[in-house]
């Protein structure tokens, strides 16, 4: 029972291509917008110095078996010593980066920018998509799906008959939305702020990153087992050199 | 295939051999040559299936195809030897694959609307 729909092709000039080409303008658009709006942050000190302290732990933990053992317990003791190391926070201090962060009105600031800057472009562009292109068949997706997703995807069509492929505008305006972000990687450099979530991870990230990770830090440290792999070192390097040789 | 290569995924192995040591920024550099390289392909294969007027399950056998010739061609490109450029098998194979249904869809919806039902 496969209508095959005849669609205008004032459709595709007038809906289709407009809307996809307005959506790569405006993330484009964006991109640079936030770029510029970027206000040079002057980085927390404090935050830094806590920052590079769990690089440098991290390093340790990964690196932990080229270094002697006892030179290794050292540099543990270091980090996890409960009176003065360095990765020990004690408990009140805890809560203070997240209090912080939120009553710190340039973050506070800066945040809702960002949040501004993603959350306007896309409601602006859905109420335009809305009050213009509903009411008509846009496309027709290439596959079929099931009758519950006609309401999701079919809202301006109020007939009931019509396959479900033909899908209104509301739905290739989803689609692109979720579609160009690959292309916005590719053009614009590197993944940037079109990806809510990412940015949101990011986002949420950054504030409780001094007191959680740190705590998380110690327990990697101390879970560590230490085997030196340097004595076996003297059979590599000679089956090395034998394979030179050879 | 327009040949989207970079320039050479780096390799990334420190000197030990049996000992596994990876070179963080290497590795990530080259994670991002497969990205931009599944992206990259999932786009055009999408203009292809629809083009061509693939629909239903066929199109989605030919996103497969092409991110198993995706697959092919960074293998081939690492040498065969992906355990000095790569931690796991599964990052060269499964990265971006879902990351690419998306962009696949998009395109391909775009040229089957625009040449067939036009």
């Not at chain 2, 083009?51 to 690492?78: D, E, H, N």
Request: glycine share 8%; aromatic share 12%.
């Amino acid at each position: 029972m496969a209508e095959e729909l005849v669609l205008d092709t004032a459709i595709r000039d007038w809906v289709l291509i407009p809307l996809s080409v307005v959506m790569v303008l405006i993330g484009v658009l964006r991109y640079f917008v936030s770029k510029l709006m970027r206000t040079s942050q002057l980085p927390d000190a404090k935050i830094i110095k806590e920052g590079q302290v769990i690089i440098r732990a991290r390093n340790l933990r990964a690196a932990a078996n080229f270094i002697p053992a006892k030179a290794f317990r050292a540099r543990k003791l270091y980090y996890t010593n409960e009176d003065n190391g360095l990765l020990h926070v004690p408990k009140g201090q805890a809560q203070n980066p997240q209090a912080q962060m939120f009553s710190d009105p340039n973050m506070a600031m800066d945040m809702m920018k960002k949040n501004l800057s993603m959350i306007i472009p896309q409601t602006l562009t859905f109420a335009w998509v809305n009050f213009f292109f509903s009411g008509f068949v846009a496309a027709k997706i290439p596959f079929p799906l099931t009758q519950r997703f006609r309401s999701m995807l079919q809202n301006g069509i109020d007939l009931s008959t019509v396959d479900v492929s033909y899908v209104s505008s509301r739905s290739w305006y989803f689609l692109n939305l979720f579609g160009l972000r690959g292309l916005f990687s590719l053009i614009l450099g590197e993944e940037n702020a079109t990806d809510d979530t990412q940015r949101m991870m990011q986002m949420s990230g950054f504030g409780f990153d001094p007191s959680k990770s740190l705590g998380a830090e110690k327990d990697g440290l101390d879970i560590v087992q230490h085997e030196w792999v340097l004595p076996k070192f003297e059979q590599r390097a000679e089956a090395v050199l034998r394979k030179r040789l050879s | 295939m327009a040949g989207h290569d970079d320039s050479g995924a780096s390799g990334k192995k420190s000197s030990e051999n049996e000992v596994p040591t990876f070179n963080v920024e290497n590795m990530q550099s080259n994670m991002k040559v497969v990205y931009y390289s599944r992206t990259f392909m999932s786009i055009i294969g999408g203009v292809i299936a629809g083009i061509l007027g693939f629909t239903g399950l066929m199109g989605f056998v030919v996103y497969v195809l092409v991110m198993a010739i995706t697959s092919v061609c960074l293998t081939a490109k690492a040498g065969f030897s992906i355990h000095s450029y790569f931690d796991s098998w599964n990052r060269v194979l499964m990265d971006g694959f879902l990351g690419g249904l998306l962009s696949f869809v998009l395109f391909w919806t775009f040229a089957y609307d625009i040449v067939h039902i036009f």
